[in-house]
């Protein structure tokens, strides 16, 4: 459940890629605390709003404010640091690097962050909490769909951010795989305080989520209230 501290506010967003429009006037709003689903058929401009929000995408017009400064107009070298600093990512397919142990995986925006030695005993502590002790060593390649998720929870987390963006986090997986990966996500988000925004078409994970929005050709149409 959210804590009433609004951390990220799009206000009006809209995105074309060429001639087509994935945006047309979106207003969306992130709370603390809160996991917020954004739903929506294929296509529906979803994925495009999780990259605006996030500072992936520049929006065309419209703001984007984060934790009270407006940031769509930072240069990409301030987007970029905002994003490593304060925003973790878990995609549909984990993108993990499949040269890397998972152990190196956890730690891996820690290590890009200069922390060397901290990184891996912080990502050590994360096996034992997202059920992958005895896998540190274990090449991407060789976890299950829902273990690779597992990980690709614990290396959004380990840097503390204030943010994770999930964009189809369990697209790749079974029923069971993906209510697994779901009540990780969420029950650890919530126990760091950190705000979640999980974009899915799919009801059963929106089910885990403190509040839903529909993205339908663009609009919201179950809008968010923006303070």
């Not at 878990?90 to 730690?107: D, K, M, R, S, T």
């Not at 060789?142 to 273990?147: P, R």
Request: with cysteine; proline share 7%.
């Amino acid at each position: 459940m959210s804590n009433g501290t609004t951390l990220l506010t799009g206000r009006g967003l809209h995105k074309s890629f060429g001639p087509t429009p994935a945006l047309r006037g979106v207003d969306m709003s992130v709370d603390a605390g809160e996991v917020l689903a954004v739903m929506g058929p294929s296509g529906a401009g979803k994925s495009t709003l999780l990259h605006c929000l996030a500072g992936i995408l520049t929006p065309d017009s419209g703001d984007v404010t984060f934790d009270g400064q407006r940031i769509d107009h930072l240069p990409d070298w301030q987007r970029s640091r905002l994003r490593r600093k304060s925003f973790g990512f878990v995609f549909q397919f984990g993108q993990l690097v499949p040269e890397l142990p998972v152990l190196e995986n956890i730690a891996l925006p820690l290590l890009l962050a200069g922390r060397g030695r901290r990184a891996m005993a912080a990502a050590e502590t994360w096996l034992p909490r997202l059920g992958l002790a005895g896998l540190g060593r274990r090449l991407p390649g060789e976890l299950s769909g829902g273990q690779g998720q597992r990980v690709a929870i614990a290396r959004a987390l380990i840097a503390g951010p204030r943010l994770v963006f999930a964009d189809e986090p369990t697209g790749s997986l079974d029923s069971v795989a993906a209510d697994e990966v779901m009540e990780l996500l969420v029950s650890t988000a919530k126990t760091e305080r950190t705000g979640v925004v999980v974009v899915t078409h799919e009801p059963r994970v929106a089910a885990y989520a403190d509040r839903t929005v529909t993205v339908r050709d663009g609009f919201v149409v179950q809008p968010a209230a923006v303070p």
